[in-house]
């Protein structure tokens, strides 16, 4: 969640290049997270983000889940190109947080299945 807010503090100092690398950092963290919970294995790399989050799309009937990680991979080629403006970080930013809001709920599930005993 540090990255969440990292972009948040980046927003209101008006650093939406910035802010749009800390949203993309927030979401693939918690990719990251779901996937240890799920499968106990770290994505090593970039295009290892992309299936995963398909996985999960599919596995839990929420194409959202790819949709918005795909708007959110976008913006880390906003950090060096700049192509994005305030309105496209702003429109984007709450849709990042909700996925990752449900992204870290499919991770604690996860886990909280294996600490129950059977």
Not at 14 to 22: R, T
Not at 49 to 65: F, N, P, Q, T
Not at 88 to 97: A, C, K, P
């Amino acid at each position: 969640m540090l990255y969440l807010s990292n972009a948040s503090e980046e927003i209101k100092k008006q650093k939406y290049e910035k802010a749009s690398e800390s949203l993309w950092e927030s979401v693939a963290e918690a990719i990251k997270a779901a996937l240890m919970a799920r499968k106990g294995f770290r994505i090593k790399r970039h295009r290892g983000l992309r299936k995963a989050a398909r996985k999960l799309s599919r596995e839990y009937g929420d194409e959202d889940i790819y949709v918005i990680f795909c708007e959110a991979e976008s913006f880390h080629s906003n950090f060096y190109e700049m192509s994005l403006e305030k309105e496209g970080v702003m429109i984007s930013f709450e849709r990042i947080r909700m996925l990752i809001g449900k992204v870290l709920d499919i991770a604690r599930s996860e886990l909280i299945k294996l600490i129950k005993p059977c």
